[in-house]
């Protein structure tokens, strides 16, 4: 079955880096375009990035553009979005999401931007 593992968030300073993962199974991870989305406390979730499935066009919230980078290794199965610049309203649970026949998504890392 479909499953998607995010993991690499954590506490982070204003200006600081951080770098999620997605880790994927149970499809054929190279044939599916991916995306990243978050969800802040009290808000509805949001796209952030997404990206084709061979990886050759990405597109970006404007929230984030310039900022963040979504990129994918499809020998590694796993999907990553490097986020630098970071800035309090980035505070977060971040998904990523797959649609095959229906959406998945994983179960989101929490991503907390505060001094």
């Known amino acids: 079955q479909v499953q998607l593992v995010e993991s690499g968030g954590g506490l982070v300073q204003p200006g600081g880096s951080l770098r999620l993962s997605c880790a994927a199974s149970g499809f054929t991870f190279s044939s599916y375009a991916m995306s990243w989305y978050r969800q802040a406390p009290g808000k509805e979730r949001e796209l952030v990035a997404a990206?084709?499935?061979?990886?050759?066009?990405?597109n970006y919230a404007d929230a984030i553009k310039g900022r963040f980078t979504i990129s994918r290794d499809n020998a590694k199965n796993t999907l990553y979005l490097q986020m630098n610049s970071l800035k309090p309203e980035d505070t977060a649970v971040y998904y990523c999401r797959v649609v095959r026949l229906r959406v998945y998504w994983g179960q989101g890392t929490q991503v907390t931007v505060s001094s």
């Open positions: 990206i084709t499935s061979v990886g050759d066009s990405t």
